[in-house]
């Protein structure tokens, strides 16, 4: 076959966003044409709705997701193990539709990345607005200018949720990067779909992204309606997203589920498997099982504003509340999404860096199991105000309460691991503390949250902002990080820079501690959620000022992080195949793990976390030169 | 054993520190109501568990940092501990029991939080985009200010005219949703004189951040008779319109100065010739004014947007339309 030239329209994400230009075009101008033809005249919302969803699928067909699915039904014949085609090298085959596993974590974590980037823009925008009482920013009195008080509310809302998109991109970058790798598995159960997982990601941002060119809107990330049935179109686009974007977590969780349950290497048992594994695995069972009620119910609230179907309107017999119940069977669970991945990442470097085994492993695995479990009942929790039957208040206290105890036996076991270590602190291992120490806030903070009667005063106010700032950021933000600096050099077969990654750490945890105590404080003497403009007689300014200044200096400690993967990536030290002298599979591979991962087979010959056991392995890979590759 | 003392040692030392400090820096606003005061001592005790097992983590962490960092050219592994099925029934076990209790005291104060008083007084509170309105039903009284008496409970019965609000007042500590469809209610019990304010704690739109009201508790004899003047209807119907101007949430988007909010002024609106949406202009006269209350959409003003609830002519008597009418009239010299 003769080689063609690279071209622009060689990367599939440039086909894919000319599809999703042309779909988006042709879908309004189909249902333009319907409506001409019906004689209904012209109404933006389901015109636009029609017209972004055909957009999507027109990315999809762009980038080529459904190439081989279509030459399926034509009755060609595909391979069951598709690879990537030759040509594809480089940066090409990370911007087109590869199904190598490892492409497809990194995709996920600069996909992440990205937003991450995105969302926190929007959080410094508002933060200069709160740095000091009254409207500074934000002050156009027009009720629909992005630059009033309508910009506000859309830059708190799109923070929340661009943010959420982030980190389910982040904990899909950890595990398809990282399952395969620790089972000793050449890639994941289904290429095809994993690829179809991430891709279907993008368009599905890019619409959530466009309801700031819509109006933006209100409500927050929440989206309650009745009053999102008041908000301006883009409240359309963001659950039009969010909906989209579920099917890449449902989707991808398959995925997860099938690879650690079949494709573990000879010898891993399920109690011999790496922690992490079982902390995806976890995760995947929640996303599988609870993301169809968030698409749920923004798809009733979708049609409520399109059709009039009154399901959340008490006029025509319906249920405000039944939407929270629908959104948090969801929205909590998904917590644990991002908290449990994020806790698996520290029960993995720990060891490393204390040179000691994992204290208790089997009750660390099982704990995930059971956190991921007791999650799923405890959503009304975010609804003691909310005007649900009073009764069932004590029972979700309970529950609520009960996460506690699988969540303190990871602390318990981490602090017996730190014991008698002999503890080193490369970059990753400082991150993995700091997480343990914004985590533990962020937990001390929760009963309180818990208990009904003090909930009732902290809910909606800047005490759970600071609280579940603290969750996110210790049990996943910082482990997302940790991660980043831990398998860099299996990702690039580069060494990051070390001197930079302290820096980081140094700006970043100390910002963060103030952003998130300052919060908590503020919260508890009086600022609520989500509003432009407090009170100076609360006596918080100087609080609020110094967040401010605390979400700049995150912000800038991200920037050397960013400075510090495009340095090292391009110019840093070549890595060792094991510069952790870990015991992890992964390890055993040279840097940059290459193409099929093990083409050799992989045996299980002992246990994950044997640190200071002599002469003992977890893994055997047959080819001794393999593992001596560099 | 000697560094189980130590980290002992530590972890008591931290807990002292932690937990006297965040007893003592004022963390939230003065109390003033009974219910609030159960809520504070709730609050104390999470402090001194938060206190305590932020120390034993951290102080058994900052003990390991410390002492057992790998001494220069040691390149050897640690002791291989893989872990202690005792230790962990422990600390699965001992959590499980004090979240048990802990629950049981929530759920302890949860029920004095919400307990009952028979002789409670019915106020109405009424929300709506971005307005309060109280409302005594056995006198029949409307008021834009929540008059409360000293030590009576209060049983606060709300109702949301448009979208979910949220009724709280920092210093009562309790907060409870109005829900459009149904009503909630909770429990105040004042007991400290003073002025506060009602805060509305949950997303309602544009103007969520300014939707506040006051709150006065006073001895119970002067609210015996500020609701017995209240009561009094005023006969002057420019008095009585300015009463629904500031009850039915008009002040949160019509200013009386002159000054542009979400709505046009009141300010010398009456006879004024206004340029509608659509190009035309038309003058504001009583049918104009009348037409703009009830069915506020069909004439909007150039320069704003359809903002106004559409059900004004449900909420509002005839009778108080007009007498609106006459206040906004006796606000222009046309």
Same mark, same amino acid.
């Given at each position: 076959?003769?080689?063609?030239?690279?071209?622009?329209?060689?990367?599939?994400?440039?086909?894919?966003?000319?599809?999703?230009?042309?779909?988006?075009?042709?879908?309004?101008?189909?249902?333009?044409?319907?409506?001409?033809?019906?004689?209904?005249?012209?109404?933006?919302?389901?015109?636009?709705?029609?017209?972004?969803?055909?957009?999507?699928?027109?990315?999809?067909?762009?980038?080529?997701?459904?190439?081989?699915?279509?030459?399926?039904?034509?009755?060609?014949?595909?391979?069951?193990?598709?690879?990537?085609?030759?040509?594809?090298?480089?940066?090409?085959?990370?911007?087109?539709?590869?199904?190598?596993?490892?492409?497809?974590?990194?995709?996920?974590?600069?996909?992440?990345?990205?937003?991450?980037?995105?969302?926190?823009?929007?959080?410094?925008?508002?933060?200069?607005?709160?740095?000091?009482?009254?409207?500074?920013?934000?002050?156009?009195?027009?009720?629909? *200018?992005?630059?009033?008080?309508?910009?506000?509310?859309?830059?708190?809302?799109?923070?929340?949720?661009?943010?959420?998109? *982030?980190?389910?991109?982040?904990?899909?970058?950890?595990?398809?990067?990282?399952?395969?790798?620790?089972?000793?598995?050449?890639?994941?159960?289904?290429?095809?779909?994993?690829?179809?997982?991430?891709?279907?990601?993008?368009?599905?941002?890019?619409?959530?992204?466009?309801?700031?060119?819509?109006?933006?809107?209100?409500?927050?990330?929440?989206?309650?309606?009745?009053?999102?049935?008041?908000?301006?179109?883009?409240?359309?686009?963001?659950?039009?997203?969010?909906?989209?974007?579920?099917?890449?977590?449902?989707?991808?969780?398959?995925?997860?589920?099938?690879?650690?349950?079949?494709?573990?290497?000879?010898?891993?048992?399920?109690?011999?498997?790496?922690?992490?594994?079982?902390?995806?695995?976890?995760?995947?069972?929640?996303?599988?099982?609870?993301?169809?009620?968030?698409?749920?119910?923004?798809?009733?609230?979708?049609?409520?504003?399109?059709?009039?179907?009154?399901?959340?309107?008490?006029?025509?017999?319906?249920?405000?509340?039944?939407?929270?119940?629908?959104?948090?069977?969801?929205?909590?669970?998904?917590?644990?999404?991002?908290?449990?991945?994020?806790?698996?990442?520290?029960?993995?470097?720990?060891?490393?860096?204390?040179?000691?085994?994992?204290?208790?492993?089997?009750?660390?695995?099982?704990?995930?199991?059971?956190?991921?479990?007791?999650?799923?009942?405890?959503?009304?929790?975010?609804?003691?105000?909310?005007?649900?039957?009073?009764?069932?208040?004590?029972?979700?206290?309970?529950?609520?309460?009960?996460?506690?105890?699988?969540?303190?036996?990871?602390?318990?076991?981490?602090?017996?691991?730190?014991?008698?270590?002999?503890?080193?602190?490369?970059?990753?291992?400082?991150?993995?503390?700091?997480?343990?120490?914004?985590?533990?806030?962020?937990?001390?903070?929760?009963?309180?949250?818990?208990?009904?009667?003090?909930?009732?005063?902290?809910?909606?106010?800047?005490?759970?902002?600071?609280?579940?700032?603290?969750?996110?950021?210790?049990?996943?933000?910082?482990?997302?990080?940790?991660?980043?600096?831990?398998?860099?050099?299996?990702?690039?077969?580069?060494?990051?820079?070390?001197?930079?990654?302290?820096?980081?750490?140094?700006?970043?945890?100390?910002?963060?501690?103030?952003?998130?105590?300052?919060?908590?404080?503020?919260?508890?003497?009086?600022?609520?959620?989500?509003?432009?403009?407090?009170?100076?007689?609360?006596?918080?300014?100087?609080?609020?000022?110094?967040?401010?200044?605390?979400?700049?200096?995150?912000?800038?400690?991200?920037?050397?992080?960013?400075?510090?993967?495009?340095?090292?990536?391009?110019?840093?030290?070549?890595?060792?195949?094991?510069?952790?002298?870990?015991?992890?599979?992964?390890?055993?591979?040279?840097?940059?793990?290459?193409?099929?991962?093990?083409?050799?087979?992989?045996?299980?010959?002992?246990?994950?976390?044997?640190?200071?056991?002599?002469?003992?392995?977890?893994?055997?890979?047959?080819?001794?030169?393999?593992?001596?590759?560099? | 054993?000697?560094?189980?003392?130590?980290?002992?040692?530590?972890?008591?030392?931290?807990?002292?520190?932690?937990?006297?400090?965040?007893?003592?820096?004022?963390?939230?606003?003065?109390?003033?109501?009974?219910?609030?005061?159960?809520?504070?001592?709730?609050?104390?005790?999470?402090?001194?568990?938060?206190?305590?097992?932020?120390?034993?983590?951290?102080?058994?962490?900052?003990?390991?940092?410390?002492?057992?960092?790998?001494?220069?050219?040691?390149?050897?592994?640690?002791?291989?501990?893989?872990?202690?099925?005792?230790?962990?029934?422990?600390?699965?076990?001992?959590?499980?029991?004090?979240?048990?209790?802990?629950?049981?005291?929530?759920?302890?104060?949860?029920?004095?939080?919400?307990?009952?008083?028979?002789?409670?007084?019915?106020?109405?509170?009424?929300?709506?985009?971005?307005?309060?309105?109280?409302?005594?039903?056995?006198?029949?009284?409307?008021?834009?200010?929540?008059?409360?008496?000293?030590?009576?409970?209060?049983?606060?019965?709300?109702?949301?005219?448009?979208?979910?609000?949220?009724?709280?007042?920092?210093?009562?500590?309790?907060?409870?949703?109005?829900?459009?469809?149904?009503?909630?209610?909770?429990?105040?019990?004042?007991?400290?004189?003073?002025?506060?304010?009602?805060?509305?704690?949950?997303?309602?739109?544009?103007?969520?951040?300014?939707?506040?009201?006051?709150?006065?508790?006073?001895?119970?004899?002067?609210?015996?008779?500020?609701?017995?003047?209240?009561?009094?209807?005023?006969?002057?119907?420019?008095?009585?319109?300015?009463?629904?101007?500031?009850?039915?949430?008009?002040?949160?988007?019509?200013?009386?100065?002159?000054?542009?909010?979400?709505?046009?002024?009141?300010?010398?609106?009456?006879?004024?010739?206004?340029?509608?949406?659509?190009?035309?202009?038309?003058?504001?006269?009583?049918?104009?004014?009348?037409?703009?209350?009830?069915?506020?959409?069909?004439?909007?003003?150039?320069?704003?947007?359809?903002?106004?609830?559409?059900?004004?002519?449900?909420?509002?008597?005839?009778?108080?339309?007009?007498?609106?009418?006459?206040?906004?009239?006796?606000?222009?010299?046309?």
């Amino acid at each position: 076959m003769e080689r063609k030239k690279t071209t622009l329209l060689s990367y599939g994400v440039v086909r894919g966003l000319i599809g999703q230009v042309i779909g988006t075009v042709v879908g309004l101008a189909l249902i333009s044409l319907l409506r001409l033809v019906l004689g209904m005249g012209w109404n933006p919302e389901p015109s636009w709705i029609f017209a972004m969803l055909v957009g999507f699928f027109g990315f999809l067909i762009g980038i080529g997701a459904f190439s081989d699915w279509l030459k399926a039904a034509r009755g060609q014949e595909i391979t069951p193990h598709p690879h990537d085609p030759e040509e594809w090298t480089g940066l090409r085959r990370y911007l087109s539709f590869s199904v190598d596993h490892k492409v497809i974590g990194i995709q996920y974590g600069v996909w992440s990345l990205f937003l991450l980037t995105v969302g926190g823009t929007f959080a410094l925008l508002f933060r200069i607005e709160l740095a000091s009482p009254g409207l500074q920013m934000f002050t156009s009195t027009s009720a629909t *200018s992005l630059l009033g008080l309508t910009g506000f509310a859309t830059a708190f809302s799109l923070h929340g949720i661009v943010m959420i998109a *982030s980190m389910l991109m982040g904990v899909a970058a950890m595990s398809n990067y990282l399952m395969p790798l620790m089972i000793g598995a050449q890639d994941m159960a289904f290429p095809r779909l994993n690829a179809l997982s991430f891709w279907l990601a993008v368009p599905a941002g890019i619409i959530l992204l466009s309801s700031v060119a819509f109006g933006g809107f209100d409500t927050g990330w929440v989206g309650y309606p009745p009053l999102s049935t008041r908000a301006p179109l883009g409240v359309q686009m963001f659950y039009l997203g969010i909906f989209l974007n579920g099917f890449s977590g449902i989707l991808g969780s398959i995925n997860i589920i099938v690879t650690f349950l079949t494709m573990r290497a000879k010898g891993m048992s399920l109690l011999k498997t790496p922690v992490f594994a079982w902390t995806a695995f976890s995760t995947a069972i929640i996303q599988f099982t609870a993301t169809q009620l968030i698409g749920l119910s923004f798809v009733m609230a979708m049609f409520q504003r399109l059709f009039g179907m009154g399901f959340f309107d008490p006029a025509k017999g319906g249920d405000v509340v039944l939407f929270q119940h629908l959104f948090w069977f969801y929205s909590h669970p998904v917590v644990y999404v991002f908290v449990l991945t994020g806790l698996g990442v520290i029960s993995e470097i720990l060891p490393v860096f204390a040179r000691k085994p994992l204290f208790g492993y089997k009750w660390v695995a099982l704990s995930s199991l059971g956190i991921a479990l007791v999650g799923f009942f405890v959503w009304a929790h975010h609804m003691f105000t909310a005007g649900m039957a009073p009764y069932l208040r004590v029972p979700f206290m309970v529950s609520t309460l009960l996460v506690a105890v699988p969540t303190g036996i990871k602390f318990f076991s981490w602090i017996a691991t730190l014991w008698r270590g002999k503890l080193v602190f490369p970059t990753p291992m400082l991150f993995a503390l700091g997480a343990i120490v914004i985590f533990l806030l962020g937990g001390l903070t929760g009963p309180p949250a818990g208990t009904v009667a003090t909930d009732l005063y902290i809910h909606d106010t800047y005490f759970i902002v600071g609280h579940f700032h603290s969750t996110m950021f210790g049990g996943y933000i910082f482990p997302f990080i940790a991660a980043i600096y831990y398998w860099f050099p299996k990702m690039t077969g580069k060494m990051y820079n070390e001197r930079m990654g302290k820096i980081h750490f140094w700006l970043m945890f100390p910002a963060f501690l103030l952003m998130t105590l300052g919060q908590m404080e503020v919260g508890l003497l009086g600022m609520r959620r989500r509003i432009a403009d407090y009170d100076a007689a609360l006596g918080i300014g100087t609080q609020q000022f110094a967040i401010t200044v605390a979400g700049f200096l995150i912000a800038l400690s991200v920037a050397v992080l960013f400075y510090n993967i495009y340095f090292s990536a391009r110019y840093g030290q070549k890595a060792v195949a094991n510069p952790w002298r870990s015991r992890s599979p992964e390890f055993q591979l040279p840097s940059p793990v290459p193409l099929h991962n093990y083409d050799r087979p992989i045996e299980v010959v002992g246990n994950p976390y044997d640190y200071g056991l002599p002469g003992s392995t977890y893994v055997q890979i047959s080819a001794p030169e393999l593992a001596a590759g560099d | 054993m000697k560094h189980i003392v130590g980290v002992a040692l530590v972890v008591i030392i931290l807990t002292m520190l932690v937990g006297i400090l965040l007893n003592t820096m004022g963390l939230l606003p003065d109390v003033a109501s009974l219910q609030g005061r159960y809520i504070d001592d709730l609050f104390q005790v999470h402090t001194w568990i938060i206190a305590f097992l932020f120390a034993l983590i951290i102080g058994f962490m900052l003990y390991s940092i410390i002492v057992f960092r790998r001494k220069e050219g040691d390149d050897s592994d640690a002791d291989h501990i893989e872990g202690n099925n005792k230790l962990e029934v422990t600390w699965t076990v001992v959590p499980l029991i004090t979240v048990l209790g802990v629950a049981a005291l929530g759920a302890n104060t949860l029920s004095k939080v919400t307990a009952m008083d028979p002789q409670a007084m019915e106020v109405k509170v009424v929300g709506q985009q971005w307005a309060w309105r109280f409302e005594y039903p056995e006198a029949g009284v409307v008021s834009d200010v929540l008059m409360l008496p000293q030590d009576q409970q209060a049983l606060l019965l709300m109702e949301s005219a448009d979208v979910i609000h949220s009724f709280w007042v920092p210093e009562f500590r309790v907060k409870q949703d109005l829900v459009p469809g149904i009503t909630t209610e909770v429990r105040i019990t004042p007991t400290e004189l003073g002025e506060y304010t009602v805060r509305c704690a949950e997303v309602c739109g544009l103007q969520h951040t300014y939707m506040l009201a006051d709150v006065k508790v006073v001895p119970e004899a002067e609210f015996s008779n500020w609701l017995a003047s209240e009561a009094l209807v005023a006969d002057d119907p420019v008095a009585r319109g300015q009463k629904v101007y500031e009850q039915y949430g008009c002040k949160a988007c019509h200013s009386l100065d002159g000054s542009q909010l979400v709505g046009p002024t009141f300010l010398d609106a009456f006879g004024h010739t206004v340029t509608l949406e659509d190009g035309t202009t038309v003058v504001a006269d009583e049918t104009y004014l009348y037409q703009s209350i009830v069915d506020p959409n069909s004439q909007i003003v150039q320069g704003f947007v359809a903002a106004m609830p559409q059900n004004f002519s449900e909420q509002l008597s005839d009778e108080q339309i007009s007498d609106l009418i006459a206040f906004i009239k006796s606000l222009s010299d046309n």
